[in-house]
């Protein structure tokens, strides 16, 4: 079955220790991206990855960082979380096209205290 | 980006058409117009895509003005587990944002029995 995988689900976690969200496709996709989403503000994009060891911000960069060492995996790391990075966070991927549909993670909710 | 602009709440009966409007009055000539939708606590999942033809697909149909500058979802049949927030949304067709979902505030769509 097709899909992108997140771990963990739910995360509650303290000021300033370092923690890791995983994401994984199983499509063989080029395309990887993080969004957070906000009550008030949607979806926005925090990082994106077009393929193997290309990465780029997105909308909201700031606090997080990502890594794609292989295709199928596309974590996001939050080296010193605050708690305005408290947040339902998504992780997707797609094929390298604007022709073809984006799968979503079930999402993290992440609450940083 | 181009923006896109929503209704913010429509409903429905069950079993009734759903038609929900998009306007993207700044669209460009290559965009991709995009349908994801959010069901309660899940991840978007891509609903339909098209480009200037109108579009059908199992889950609902894309109708696209002549002028690109709006376009309507339709639902034939809604059912409650329709109810949800549907997203219109704009996809460049190339560069480096062709991967990019820019997200509006979206649709929320509420399915009377």
């Known amino acids: 079955e097709a899909q992108v995988t997140q771990n963990p689900r739910y995360l509650i976690t303290v000021t300033g220790k370092k923690l890791t969200v995983t994401c994984s496709q199983n499509m063989n996709h080029e395309y990887m991206s993080w969004y957070r989403q906000d009550p008030g503000l949607g979806l926005r994009q925090i990082y994106y990855?077009?393929?193997?060891?290309?990465?780029d911000k997105g909308d909201v960069p700031e606090g997080y960082k990502v890594s794609r060492k292989e295709k199928r995996n596309f974590p996001l790391i939050l080296e010193s979380p605050s708690p305005n990075q408290t947040s339902l966070y998504f992780c997707?991927?797609?094929?390298?096209?604007?022709?073809?549909?984006?799968?979503f993670g079930q999402g993290t909710r992440l609450t940083v205290v | 980006d181009a923006k896109t602009t929503q209704p913010n709440s429509m409903e429905s009966n069950e079993e009734e058409p759903v038609h929900l409007p998009c306007n993207h009055s700044t669209i460009s000539g290559t965009d991709y117009i995009h349908w994801y939708r959010q069901l309660p606590s899940q991840g978007p999942e891509y609903v339909i895509h098209?480009?200037?033809s109108n579009v059908n697909n199992r889950m609902a149909s894309l109708a696209i003005a002549e002028d690109r500058k709006s376009s309507t979802l339709i639902l034939h049949r809604a059912t409650l587990r329709d109810a949800a927030v549907y997203y219109c949304i704009l996809r460049a067709a190339g560069g480096t944002s062709y991967g990019k979902l820019t997200f509006g505030q979206g649709t929320i769509l509420t399915v009377h029995p």
């Open positions: 098209g480009l200037t």
């Open positions: 990855s077009m393929n193997v060891e290309v990465t």
């Open positions: 997707a991927s797609s094929l390298g096209t604007s022709l073809t549909e984006a799968f």
